[in-house]
């Protein structure tokens, strides 16, 4: 199913149901822009746009449409495997990029880099979307078609700030050669709308790959984290990274007055409640379920106790598969592989974020006479311990999204917040540890 026409096409725009993929703006030829992507990072008509672009546009927005059971049927038609949490999939494994740079400068494992360099040495591709910090604004991410390992390298690691990779989309029919795409979910699941009517802007997409997806925030949460720094304006970055340095890796920010503001990984979530994006709690795909091959996180005490970095790879394709075989054999990737029951155990609380807490979310929007995504799927009575601790975190995100919860936790140290905050969440893991993993699998 499509949005139907401009009307719809802009209330979605304007709506908790946009979510930034950019593929409005990359299809448009300059009709739609994002006006302020340090603010609310919202896709505008800026001119008028041709009949024949608006028709693209329609097709390719999934704000409100994507149908998970149509789209799986036609892209995974003779899939090994299925899970109604992670999606089809031929294998599940753990593991890591041989090469010690790329595993180090990759977010976790360093798989998707690795992907994409051995593709490109290999002569299957000649260039990848990837995602890299903007070298005029490096505040901001954008995304680029990289040719070398170089560039690939650049744009690793993972960004948590709003993206909008499919803004490239007015490149891609252009680039004369093989491509390999690299986005979350939403931004993957255009793809795929796209290359399911032939569209000439994914024609030379051969490889899809992508992050596992919980959550991203407003530009707000990085200004914010510098105010905890006593760093006032965000245009003396000139460089952010969201997992510097060992796996988990920090957030870290370097200015052009040689500040240096860091905090680990797991410290740094506490801006998630105050800055996230709303969209991404209406979002049901943590494990980027129409990729070739996806890579999360391997969250489990005895990788993360090792460091250096492991990532979940959940090869999809046939090919996906095929590939990571054959980087397995010629020394390129290191994996061992796991069961379902392991990885969905590995990813429980993700999984009830998004395949139950999103449910539980868009019937509470659907309540308030709200605008609702249809996935062609719906999971739902989860109990009403579970219902009411979607109450609590509604109540929470909205709460802590106002201005003032932002200023207050402004005051404080970010070491403190952190570990109040990691604290808090341990706490908040263990009392709803029953109910988030009754019935899983
Ligand atoms: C917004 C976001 C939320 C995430 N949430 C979770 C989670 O809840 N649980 C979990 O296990 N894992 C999550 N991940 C995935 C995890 O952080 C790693 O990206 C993943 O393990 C792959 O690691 P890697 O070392 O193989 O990737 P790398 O080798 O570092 O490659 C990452 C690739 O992803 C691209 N990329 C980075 N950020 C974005 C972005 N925002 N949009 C589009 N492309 C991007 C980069 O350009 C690069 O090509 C999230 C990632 C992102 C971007």
Same mark, same amino acid.
């Given at each position: 199913?499509?949005?139907?026409?401009?009307?719809?096409? +802009? #209330? %979605?725009?304007?709506? &908790?149901?946009?979510?930034?993929?950019?593929?409005?703006? /990359?299809? @448009?030829? *300059?009709? $739609?822009?994002?006006?302020?992507?340090?603010?609310?990072?919202?896709?505008?008509?800026?001119?008028?746009?041709?009949?024949?672009?608006?028709?693209?546009?329609?097709?390719?927005?999934?704000?409100?449409?994507?149908?998970?059971?149509?789209?799986?049927?036609?892209?995974?038609?003779?899939?090994?495997?299925?899970?109604?949490?992670?999606?089809?999939? +031929? #294998? %599940?494994?753990?593991? &890591?990029?041989?090469?010690?740079?790329?595993?180090?400068? /990759?977010? @976790?494992? *360093?798989? $998707?880099?690795?992907?994409?360099?051995?593709?490109?040495?290999?002569?299957?591709?000649?260039?990848?979307?990837?995602?890299?910090?903007?070298?005029?604004?490096?505040?901001?991410?954008?995304?680029?078609?990289?040719?070398?390992?170089?560039?690939?390298?650049?744009?690793?690691?993972?960004?948590?700030?709003?993206?909008?990779?499919?803004?490239?989309?007015?490149?891609?029919?252009?680039?004369?050669?093989?491509?390999?795409?690299?986005?979350?979910?939403?931004?993957?699941?255009?793809?795929?709308?796209?290359?399911?009517?032939?569209?000439?802007?994914?024609?030379?997409?051969?490889?899809?790959?992508?992050?596992?997806?919980?959550?991203?925030?407003?530009?707000?949460?990085?200004?914010?984290?510098?105010?905890?720094?006593?760093?006032?304006?965000?245009?003396?970055?000139?460089?952010?990274?969201?997992?510097?340095?060992?796996?988990?890796?920090?957030?870290?920010?370097?200015?052009?007055?040689?500040?240096?503001?860091?905090?680990?990984?797991?410290?740094?979530?506490?801006?998630?409640?105050?800055?996230?994006?709303?969209?991404?709690?209406?979002?049901?795909?943590?494990?980027?379920?129409?990729?070739?091959?996806?890579?999360?996180?391997?969250?489990?005490?005895?990788?993360?106790?090792?460091?250096?970095?492991?990532?979940?790879?959940?090869?999809?394709?046939?090919?996906?598969?095929?590939?990571?075989?054959?980087?397995?054999?010629?020394?390129?990737?290191?994996?061992?592989?796991?069961?379902?029951?392991?990885?969905?155990?590995?990813?429980?609380?993700?999984?009830?974020?998004?395949?139950?807490?999103?449910?539980?979310?868009?019937?509470?929007?659907?309540?308030?006479?709200?605008?609702?995504?249809?996935?062609?799927?719906?999971?739902?009575?989860?109990?009403?311990?579970?219902?009411?601790?979607?109450?609590?975190?509604?109540?929470?995100?909205?709460?802590?999204?106002?201005?003032?919860?932002?200023?207050?936790?402004?005051?404080?140290?970010?070491?403190?917040?952190?570990?109040?905050?990691?604290?808090?969440?341990?706490?908040?893991?263990?009392?709803?540890?029953?109910?988030?993993?009754?019935?899983?699998?």
């Amino acid at each position: 199913m499509f949005v139907k026409n401009r009307k719809e096409l +802009e #209330s %979605i725009m304007q709506s &908790h149901l946009c979510n930034r993929c950019g593929s409005c703006v /990359g299809l @448009s030829d *300059g009709a $739609i822009a994002f006006k302020d992507k340090e603010g609310r990072y919202q896709p505008h008509f800026v001119k008028e746009i041709s009949p024949e672009n608006l028709s693209r546009v329609l097709t390719a927005c999934t704000g409100k449409y994507f149908n998970f059971p149509e789209y799986r049927t036609k892209f995974y038609p003779q899939s090994s495997h299925f899970h109604l949490y992670s999606g089809a999939y +031929e #294998s %599940i494994s753990i593991g &890591h990029a041989v090469d010690e740079n790329i595993r180090r400068t /990759g977010a @976790s494992g *360093g798989i $998707i880099s690795a992907l994409l360099i051995y593709l490109l040495e290999q002569k299957k591709i000649d260039g990848a979307v990837v995602l890299r910090m903007s070298p005029e604004k490096p505040w901001l991410s954008e995304p680029h078609i990289a040719t070398t390992k170089a560039e690939i390298l650049d744009a690793a690691q993972s960004k948590y700030t709003i993206s909008s990779v499919n803004e490239i989309l007015s490149q891609t029919a252009q680039f004369a050669g093989r491509l390999a795409f690299v986005g979350i979910p939403p931004q993957v699941q255009s793809i795929r709308k796209l290359q399911s009517i032939n569209d000439p802007s994914v024609k030379n997409i051969d490889y899809i790959f992508g992050p596992f997806y919980g959550n991203t925030l407003h530009f707000s949460s990085v200004v914010s984290f510098l105010k905890t720094y006593k760093i006032k304006d965000y245009r003396t970055i000139t460089k952010l990274y969201f997992r510097h340095g060992e796996w988990p890796g920090n957030m870290r920010v370097e200015t052009s007055d040689g500040k240096i503001a860091e905090l680990k990984k797991f410290h740094a979530n506490y801006l998630i409640p105050f800055h996230i994006l709303r969209n991404s709690l209406y979002c049901t795909d943590l494990s980027n379920e129409f990729t070739d091959v996806s890579g999360g996180d391997a969250w489990a005490p005895v990788y993360e106790e090792r460091g250096k970095g492991f990532s979940m790879i959940i090869a999809r394709s046939k090919k996906g598969r095929a590939l990571i075989e054959e980087m397995q054999a010629a020394g390129w990737l290191n994996f061992n592989y796991i069961e379902e029951e392991e990885a969905i155990t590995m990813h429980s609380h993700g999984y009830d974020l998004k395949k139950r807490g999103a449910f539980i979310r868009i019937q509470f929007r659907r309540l308030m006479g709200k605008s609702i995504p249809d996935y062609g799927y719906e999971l739902k009575d989860f109990g009403m311990k579970r219902y009411l601790m979607e109450v609590i975190i509604s109540t929470m995100f909205i709460v802590l999204s106002t201005p003032l919860a932002r200023w207050t936790v402004e005051q404080f140290s970010p070491t403190f917040i952190g570990n109040l905050f990691e604290k808090s969440r341990n706490i908040w893991k263990k009392s709803t540890y029953n109910i988030k993993r009754e019935q899983l699998g």
